[in-house]
């Protein structure tokens, strides 16, 4: 028995549980930005993806509260056009969700959660220190399909890396060489994660010789 549903016609929040918990795991955006007045923000974000890399494209789907307004995150890329993704390893899960508690414009959550930044080399908003990588952008363009949300389209113009997480001879990522050696954490659904555990190499293989083919 198939189960055949139309999305079109489901409530949007329906939607989104249904949607989220089929499209797993999604990689985290722990993003950083500066507020007007200099405050560092942080949040988390898993509607995010890497789309390519001439240019680098990253895509963020920011939705707004439930009142209609922009989240800090949203405000401070439309001021700046600047944000950093931090990466988190399962060991900053808690530390990376607790930044998604609702805390005030004004507030610094790295500051009221004790996590220390560092300067980025290539835009203005810092890194969170401890995120074992962090790829700085600069927006590129805002898609707005509906009045409920922004996408940010921005373009990855740095990357810096915890000491060893990259071996630049062989110019591979060594996520086994830091930290836990743990790999980033995935989002599942809800208040779901995961740890990366089992990985299994499965090369793309050629395609088979079709029947009297000789070469
Ligand atoms: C793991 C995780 C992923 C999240 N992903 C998103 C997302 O993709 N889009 C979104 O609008 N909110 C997302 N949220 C909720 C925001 O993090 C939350 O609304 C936060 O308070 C926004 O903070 P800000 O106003 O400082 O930007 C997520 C929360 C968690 C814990």
Redesign the pocket.
């Known amino acids: 028995m198939t189960l055949s549903l139309d999305l079109n016609a489901m409530e949007p929040q329906l939607r989104y549980k249904l949607l989220t918990a089929v499209v797993i795991p999604r990689p ?1 955006a722990w993003v950083t930005t500066l507020g007007p007045t200099g405050v560092v ?1 942080a ?6 993806n890497l789309f390519g890399q001439d240019p680098a494209i990253v895509v963020l ?3 707004h509260r439930p009142d209609g307004s922009p ?4 405000a401070n890329i439309r001021r700046t056009g600047e944000f950093v993704v931090n990466i988190a390893t399962p060991a900053l899960t808690e530390s990376m ?1 607790g930044t ?4 005030a414009s004004d507030v610094s ?1 790295p500051e009221a959660l004790g996590l220390a930044t560092a300067p980025s080399a290539h835009v203005a908003p810092p890194r969170l220190a401890d995120a074992p990588a962090a790829i700085e952008c600069r927006r590129l363009t805002t898609l707005q399909f509906s009045p409920e949300r922004d996408i940010v389209i921005g373009q990855a113009v740095g990357l810096a890396t915890a000491d060893g997480l990259i071996d630049t001879d062989a110019w591979r990522v060594r996520w086994d060489a830091v930290g836990d050696g743990d790999y980033p954490v995935a ?1 599942l659904f809800a208040d779901r994660y995961a740890r990366l555990d089992e990985i299994a190499p499965m090369a793309i293989p050629a395609v088979p010789k079709t029947k009297g083919e000789t070469r």
């Open positions: 985290v923000n949040a988390p974000y898993s509607f995010f789907g920011l939705e989240k800090d995150t949203t969700v998604a508690a609702a805390y959550e989002r």
